[in-house]
């Protein structure tokens, strides 16, 4: 069993910053890529960034120069610094990882956090 408990979520104001953690933990051999997604109302689930094992990283285009998303593979956990808030970046953000969590299968599940709402007033 995965569990990912994402934190950092609240209110703020247009042009502050927050910073979202994940903390992944339970059976796990190793992760591979792990990503945030994120989720207006009445919108699709949208992916905002992602890092792959090796560091390399990939942004949405709304968000690119404003969110950096990192990784501590010794801890498990996924950050997300988001600076120059929006009230367009209101959503409920979920944290997201692709898990080996057996040595000799090579077979990837992805684990879904619970959600944290970040919520940008004008």
């Known amino acids: 069993q995965v569990q990912l408990v994402e934190s950092g979520g609240g209110l703020v104001q247009a042009g502050g910053s927050l910073r979202l953690s994940c903390a992944a933990s339970?059976?796990?051999?190793?992760?591979?890529?792990m990503g945030w997604y994120r989720q207006a109302p009445g919108k699709q689930r949208e992916l905002v960034a992602v890092?792959?094992?090796?560091?390399?990283?990939n942004y949405a285009d709304s968000v690119k120069g404003r969110f950096t998303i990192s990784r501590d593979n010794a801890k498990n956990t996924v950050y997300l610094q988001m600076n120059s808030l929006k009230p367009e970046d209101t959503a409920v953000y979920y944290c997201?990882?692709?898990?080996?969590?057996?040595?000799?299968?090579?077979?990837?599940?992805?684990?879904w956090g619970q959600g944290t709402q970040v919520t940008v007033s004008s």
């Open positions: 997201n990882a692709g898990v080996q969590r057996w040595r000799n299968l090579n077979v990837q599940h992805e684990y």
């Open positions: 890092v792959s094992s090796g560091g390399s990283t």
């Open positions: 339970g059976s796990i051999f190793s992760i591979n890529a």
